[in-house]
């Protein structure tokens, strides 16, 4: 899975006492809920699948755990309501979090002094734009939608009630034994009534209405015109033939994560979360644009019992029409993302299609001299960095997410269970400290569970499946964790072993091609001989993460390959697992990315609330360019990059500053400006 990785804990610098006042303010901060202008007509580990179209028939292994739209609700207002405390007192508890050195990331290609920089004070100070496969970068840069006859009004999706549309799903489903459902015309005029025909017809395909007068009042019946064989073709009754069946549109959102985002639009459009495709997720902590596709006739699946040969048989129906102006009427309510740039077409979203992303980062308060910053971003520019691991891929707390992934491998399930579950120092919402504590001292998983508001995050999901399955078969419980999140484990062991390798790889032979290096034949992996050494760079070179399809360097790494995996009571010989899910099959990495499209600038600034740039709801909202000082108090350096995909952002820019991007070492830097 694709992914743009970046820390979720802000690496910023606490606010001065003058700035304590503005903190709340700061943190509230929304996008602008005012009407769109222009050429507006009315208008998301973890994972949704990306093939919906597969997903339709069964179950995508990757779809959280459903729980009661209450328990969703508290678990997000739980989720949400930690503040950042007192920077002293979290700096003291991620004394205890990783550095880092603990994940092998101990080396750098370029030769300037490193300075101090301040990432995500702001978390606009930090665009992500997806690249799409065709080279295109994503733009929120239209609000309008397709013309299309037979879309519905605008007054169609306010004109029917709460109430009319349960009544009228039931009836379209099937769902009870009611025949026909009568809404009652309040203000009786032949427009009022036409919209609540449109209303019903479009909303609910498979229905056809009429108008009656009962006891002197006029009310429009919703009936099903051909009984159930009107539902063996939903697709004839709603969607126009020229029309793909997906609609793609741009995703603009603030300080919200690709789930997150797509889990609210699937609340508000009452679908399933996993009808909406996409190439990558990205960053909570930043401005991100991208890509999503909705299945734009959702199915929606029941039992029913009419059959003589089978009393339980899956039917399939359209409950919703999932139209671009039904998207766009949705910017009207949604806080921290719109949706625009919207088209039709005939397939959904691919995890992986993407080309990569398009970064502009602001690192506000800069101390490099001029000249430190030019030899910066040109060592950028022209040799690159070394393409690590973030440290968002080892996880915050004191245990560390390749620990229970090396477990994994290790075919050790009560380890497992412990790491997960048992109480660790630092920094940990207080629920899930107490959930801990009762752990260690019953080991009862009922116990433990009451203790846990939050029942969707893996702790909880292991403790229900302890529950289901009992402490003796461990690996059942675990199995109930969404799949993409087990294999994050062991995918985190093999990340931490590339770390360590690329690292001693660069000590040993420095930045150049040796002899026994790997580089890339198409998508096959072949030494570097003696004779063809010339023809390679430092740029070919990739690396193997370990697996049981994968080859190794002739040199001196590839028996330090062999060496960390036997310390760790592994064989790099058999990386196959006797449950499938856990086999290693391996893949190359670059050691070295060179960005493209590198481009930067030093500005002056006073005031830190301020934004350095514009962004795409910015210019759509006809926001001016903020005006700066030519003299401020503070220097910031902007800077705009693309990367490849699965490449991580903050690794370029701690090859910038030569700062470790631990958050345990930028909180002890936060404790150490406040004094």
């Known amino acids: 899975m694709e992914t743009v990785e970046m820390n979720s804990v802000s690496l910023k610098r606490p606010h001065s006492e003058d700035d304590v006042t503005n903190a709340d303010e700061i943190k509230r901060q929304k996008i602008s809920e005012k009407s769109e202008t222009g050429n507006d007509s009315g208008q998301s580990v973890e994972t949704v699948t990306g093939q919906p179209d597969k997903s339709l028939l069964e179950d995508t292994k990757n779809e959280i755990i459903p729980n009661e739209e209450s328990e969703e609700q508290e678990d997000e207002e739980l989720e949400d309501s930690d503040e950042d405390g007192d920077p002293e007192s979290f700096a003291d508890m991620m004394k205890h979090g990783l550095t880092e050195s603990d994940v092998g990331i101990t080396k750098f290609v370029s030769s300037h002094k490193g300075f101090s920089g301040i990432l995500k004070e702001r978390y606009s100070d930090f665009v992500v734009h997806e690249i799409g496969k065709d080279g295109r970068v994503s733009h929120l840069d239209d609000f309008s939608v397709p013309v299309d006859d037979e879309d519905p009004s605008e007054e169609t999706f306010t ?129 991100t644009v991208q890509e999503i596709a909705v299945l734009s006739w959702n199915p929606i699946f029941f039992l029913t019992e009419h059959s003589e040969q089978l009393q339980r048989r899956l039917t399939t129906v359209f409950a919703h029409l999932i139209t671009a102006q039904r998207l766009a009427h949705l910017n009207k309510c949604l806080m921290n993302f719109k949706l625009g740039n ?81 109480p660790r120092p630092g920094a940990e919402k207080g629920y899930l400290v107490k959930c801990r504590e009762e752990w260690a001292k019953t080991k009862d998983p009922a116990a433990a569970l009451k203790k846990l508001p939050v029942k969707r995050c893996v702790e909880g999901q292991l403790l229900r499946g302890l529950l289901k399955y009992g402490m003796k078969n461990i690996i059942s419980a675990f199995g109930i964790i ?171 820019i701690r090859e910038v500053l030569k700062m470790d991007t631990s958050i345990k070492n930028q909180t002890q830097l936060n404790t150490t400006w406040l004094r």
């Open 159 to 287: 004109v029917l009630s709460d109430e009319d549309k349960q009544r009228l799903e039931e009836l379209q489903l099937l769902k009870n034994k009611e025949t026909s459902v009568a809404i009652e015309v309040i203000e009786d005029t032949k427009e009022k009534r036409t919209v609540i025909h449109q209303a019903v017809k479009s909303l609910f395909p498979g229905l056809e209405t009429k108008t009656e007068d009962r006891d002197g009042k006029k009310y429009i019946i919703a009936y099903h015109a051909a009984g159930k064989k009107a539902l063996a073709n939903p697709r004839k009754h709603s969607w126009p033939k020229s029309r793909g069946s997906y609609c793609h549109f741009v995703l603009y959102k603030e300080n919200k994560d690709t789930m997150d985002a797509i889990n609210v639009l699937s609340k508000f459009l009452r679908v399933k979360p996993n009808i909406f495709s996409y190439m990558g997720t990205k960053d909570k902590r930043a401005i």
């Open 342 to 422: 919207f088209s039709y077409k005939n397939h959904p979203l691919k995890l992986g299609e993407l080309q990569g992303n398009h970064f502009t980062v602001v690192l506000r308060n800069i101390t490099g001299t001029d000249d430190q910053i030019e030899q910066a971003m040109h060592s950028l520019r022209e040799i690159g960095f070394i393409n690590y691991y973030g440290m968002q891929r080892f996880g915050t707390t004191a245990v560390p997410t390749y620990q229970i992934g090396r477990a994994i491998l290790q075919n050790n399930w009560n380890e497992v269970m412990d790491l997960i579950l048992k």
């Open 482 to 652: 969404p799949r993409n999140n087990r294999l994050m484990y062991i995918h985190s062991y093999q990340s931490y072993v590339w770390n360590n390798m690329v690292s001693k790889r660069i000590e040993e032979y420095g930045l150049r091609a040796v002899p026994g290096d790997l580089t890339l034949k198409g998508a096959t992996a072949v030494h570097i001989e003696e004779g063809d050494v010339d023809n390679y760079t430092i740029h070919d070179v990739v690396m193997p993460l370990p697996g049981f399809d994968v080859i190794y360097p002739k040199h001196k790494i590839g028996e330090a390959y062999k060496e960390m995996l036997v310390a760790d009571n592994l064989d790099i010989n058999n990386m196959r697992h006797k449950i499938r899910d856990y086999s290693l099959s391996g893949a190359y990495r670059k050691i070295i990315i060179r960005p493209q499209n590198v481009n930067w600038e030093v500005v002056a600034y006073d005031d830190p609330r301020i934004p350095l740039f514009t962004t795409d709801l910015d210019k759509l909202e006809g926001k001016p360019l903020p005006v700066l000082p030519t003299n401020g108090k503070f220097r910031a350096l902007k800077m705009e990059f693309s990367l490849p995909p699965s490449t991580y952002a903050t690794m370029a």
